[in-house]
């Protein structure tokens, strides 16, 4: 399964919204009704850290501003109102089987 | 608190073979359900899911990396150990290890938490 995200780079403003797309290549729908997607934040210079999973599940800790939606193979994040600690890169992994696969990220820039 | 920490070589010679150890703490290796799994991100580059091994010691392997990957762990130590053969330039990455625990449907969950990453640089 090949996840493909876009855009490839955003350039966003404080306070507004932003919007990040991922595509799969099969449907991450399982049997149990769950969609195996995770979006993930790498912060410069840091490790990723988790903030959906399950495609709308906020992580432990992870501000409500972040939320995920989608089903089967088009999947995206919202950011309702971006703040400057949201900079970094975006990426997504589906999580449905092996190999788990992860998207070419998305980097989110302050304008 | 999970913690996770990667520690081995910086650098390696091509055609050597690299062997990281993740070691982990406040959680068990044995501990039904719970994986740990290698990524790895090449400088300015995207995460590349290498390998995942699981409490009852089923192990996962990315196929891009062609049986040159092996993963193992050692329950007394607390360590996952990732050994990569036949390292190349292209190896040249950060890797890190995390932590895969169960989810609500009690399957593989997310990647929640990582280690701080081990720079790896392969060049003679």
């Known amino acids: 399964i090949v996840t493909t995200q876009s855009p490839l780079s955003l350039p966003v403003t404080p306070g507004e919204p932003a919007s990040i797309s991922c595509r799969s290549s099969q449907s991450l729908l399982h049997s149990n009704g769950y969609n195996y997607l995770d979006w993930y934040l790498q912060k410069p210079g840091k490790s990723p850290q988790l903030l959906i999973y399950?495609?709308?599940r906020r992580a432990s800790g992870v501000p409500d501003r972040f939320s995920g939606s989608g089903s089967g193979t088009d999947f995206t994040l919202k950011i309702s109102r971006v703040e400057a600690e949201d900079v970094g890169i975006y990426y997504c992994?589906?999580?449905?089987?092996?190999?788990?696969?992860f998207g070419g990220g998305t980097k989110v820039e302050i304008k | 608190q999970i913690t996770l920490k990667e520690s081995g070589p910086t650098l390696v010679k091509p055609t050597q073979t690299l062997t990281l150890t993740c070691t982990v703490s406040g959680f068990s290796l044995s501990t039904g359900g719970v994986g740990v799994g290698w990524i790895r991100q090449p400088p300015g580059k995207a995460l590349e899911w290498l390998a995942l091994?699981?409490?009852?010691?089923?192990?996962r392997y990315s196929p891009s990396l062609k049986g040159r990957v092996a993963i193992t762990k050692d329950t007394s130590k607390d360590q996952v150990v990732l050994t990569l053969t036949n390292m190349d330039p292209a190896d040249t990455a950060t890797y890190y290890c995390?932590?895969?625990?169960?989810?609500?449907?009690?399957?593989?969950?997310?990647?929640?938490?990582w280690g701080q990453g081990t720079m790896v640089t392969v060049s003679s």
């Open positions: 399950l495609a709308s």
């Open positions: 995390a932590h895969r625990g169960w989810d609500i449907a009690a399957r593989p969950g997310p990647f929640d938490v």
């Open positions: 091994i699981y409490w009852n010691d089923d192990k």
């Open positions: 992994m589906q999580a449905l089987q092996d190999p788990l696969a």
